[in-house]
């Protein structure tokens, strides 16, 4: 039996864990997943060991709150994987809390596997030692990091992005609102404010207050809500009664490619939810919060000149990125307007994005996987 310790708790790593999960189990029949993990790596047969909604928080200041939890999480990783040793350690994504934890394991002489690099290119250059010390191998999911990596001497494949291979090239969006029971060809919008609780509470009311005020200019305009998680429920219904009752809005219980391929455009938080839509080919406009004190310190450290990571891949802002006090719902709503009025400009921006996935698509998964493997056999020489 294969024993390997994983640690994917966010919504966009429990995507990505997922596929290599399932690629690792039909090439390693005998194979058991442990560690902390959400909702569909759980189903896909991983045992939890701490519940995903402990360690999923945003921001750099904002971490300083809930800093005792989340080191007594990572002890606790660590305590169980040093005593019940895994043949190896797999951290995805989350590096603040994945590469102390895969450090420690490392220097016991457990292998460790960091799947997507942390974006040390466009910020925090130095840290790269970090990830050189913490990982054997690091599973790289963009092609312009690999060369920065390989120079800092990190051990580095490239498998492109998974989510390149789970969405289709090729989105049919009436097929996708026959699917989800939306008549009509009128206007849509999803609407897309985050996974975790900071994110619903900081962007769920300007987002849906933009909403409100398309409503008012475009009768009739409909809007879709993915919710991420069944806990954070309560938190967009609260937000949606804010509103009032003139917006037609509908909440999915999750499903957010599901909305995306409905949609015409997408407004939504910057993350990897801004990758989801290039590849649904959808026209967006993002936004995005933090305190004041964290985004000081990001404006200081960034080296890139974009937010949003379709935006870095398309090396020009195509998705308006409307940030901190530029995050207003009278900003929000003229920015959608716009994408919503001109076709032209809707057309390339699609055409765009089409090329972007279509270059990403790498068999991400089943590379991760044998990536992984070969780790596990030169580990086992």
Not at 23 to 47: D, H, N, S, T, Y
Not at 104 to 113: E, Q
Not at 333 to 354: K, M, N, V
């Amino acid at each position: 039996m294969t024993r390997i310790g994983i640690c994917a708790y966010e919504v966009s790593a429990d995507r990505l864990g997922e596929g290599l999960v399932n690629a690792l189990k039909e090439r390693l029949p005998q194979v058991e997943f442990i560690g902390a993990v959400g909702e569909r790596m759980e189903r896909a047969g991983c045992r939890p060991l701490i519940p995903a909604e402990r360690l999923a928080v945003m921001g750099l200041v904002e971490v300083l709150r809930h800093l005792p939890g989340l080191l007594k999480a990572r002890r606790q990783l660590v305590e169980h994987f040093l005593s019940d040793r895994p043949d190896l350690f797999i951290g995805i994504d989350a590096p603040d809390f994945n590469l102390g934890l895969e450090r420690r394991l490392r220097s016991a002489g457990i292998p460790t596997v960091h799947y997507v690099s942390p974006t040390f290119w466009a910020w925090r250059q130095g840290r790269v030692k970090t990830l050189r010390k913490a990982a054997d191998l690091v599973l790289g999911i963009f092609p312009f990091e690999i060369d920065f990596l390989e120079r800092h001497g990190v051990n580095v494949r490239y498998v492109g992005h998974p989510l390149a291979e789970q969405i289709p090239l090729q989105i049919d969006r009436r097929q996708a609102r026959q699917d989800l029971s939306l008549t009509g060809s009128g206007e849509l919008v999803a609407i897309l404010p985050g996974s975790r609780v900071k994110e619903i509470e900081s962007l769920a009311k300007p987002f849906l207050a933009a909403a409100r005020l398309l409503s008012e200019r475009r009768p009739g305009i409909r809007f879709l809500l993915p919710c991420p998680k069944q806990s954070l429920r309560p938190l967009v219904d609260a937000a949606l009664r804010q509103q009032g009752g003139n917006i037609d809005c509908r909440v999915l219980d999750g499903d957010s490619h599901a909305a995306m391929a409905a949609a015409d455009v997408v407004l939504t938080a910057s993350g990897t939810a801004t990758m989801e839509a290039m590849m649904h080919k959808r026209p967006m406009v993002v936004g995005y919060r933090v305190s004041w004190l964290t985004a000081m310190i990001v404006k200081r450290l960034i080296k890139v000149p974009f937010v949003a990571m379709a935006n870095l891949l398309a090396e020009e802002m195509l998705a308006p990125e409307l940030l901190q006090d530029e995050c207003r719902p009278e900003r929000l709503a003229d920015a959608l307007t716009h994408l919503l009025d001109d076709g032209p400009a809707r057309e390339r921006i699609e055409a765009r994005y089409a090329a972007i996935h279509e270059g990403l698509r790498r068999n991400s998964a089943e590379l991760a996987a044998e990536a992984v493997i070969e780790l596990l056999r030169q580990s086992k020489k």
